[in-house]
């Protein structure tokens, strides 16, 4: 069914919760599964020349390294991974790799603030919205009930 999937990952703990889903999709359907990264290292902000020139190099460092662990954890659980690095806009990039790589899926963790199940702008609304493959939004949020009148004295 899905052959290839590809798994975007923003290096957060939260965006890593798919990936139990993910192993568990991949081996029922004996897919490949690619992790990818897409750094953000335009908007650096104001620093010196030579932190600027320095930046992307540390970021792309720090992200195969995030991204080689994840994929050895998957692995070990006996998926077949490779994995990727980018930069530019996270959703645009995702979008167009696995359009260009012919990717059966894309499955990616989703959160909301608050109340609110989906933040509009958010990388997730936006490969949904316009991604040419199937996309699978897995909820990852954890939901932690207010604390009671008495647990705000122990």
Request: with cysteine; glycine share 6%; net charge positive.
């Amino acid at each position: 069914m899905f052959k290839k999937i590809l798994v975007p990952l923003d290096g957060s703990e939260l965006a890593a919760k798919v990936l139990p889903q993910v192993t568990e999709l991949a081996k029922t359907c004996k897919s490949k599964v690619t992790l990818i990264h897409v750094c953000h290292t335009d908007q650096m902000g104001e620093a010196t020349p030579g932190v600027l020139a320095a930046a992307p190099v540390a970021v792309k460092k720090a992200c195969e390294a995030f991204l080689s662990k994840a994929g050895m954890d998957l692995k070990k659980k006996g998926l077949e991974v490779k994995w990727a690095c980018m930069e530019g806009v996270p959703a645009r990039e995702i979008i167009a790799y696995a359009e260009k790589n012919k990717f059966g899926l894309i499955a990616l963790a989703t959160h909301g603030r608050g109340e609110v199940a989906w933040v509009l702008g958010s990388t997730a609304e936006r490969v949904a919205s316009h991604a040419t493959v199937p996309v699978l939004l897995i909820r990852v949020l954890e939901f932690k009930p207010p604390l009671l009148k008495e647990e705000f004295f122990l």
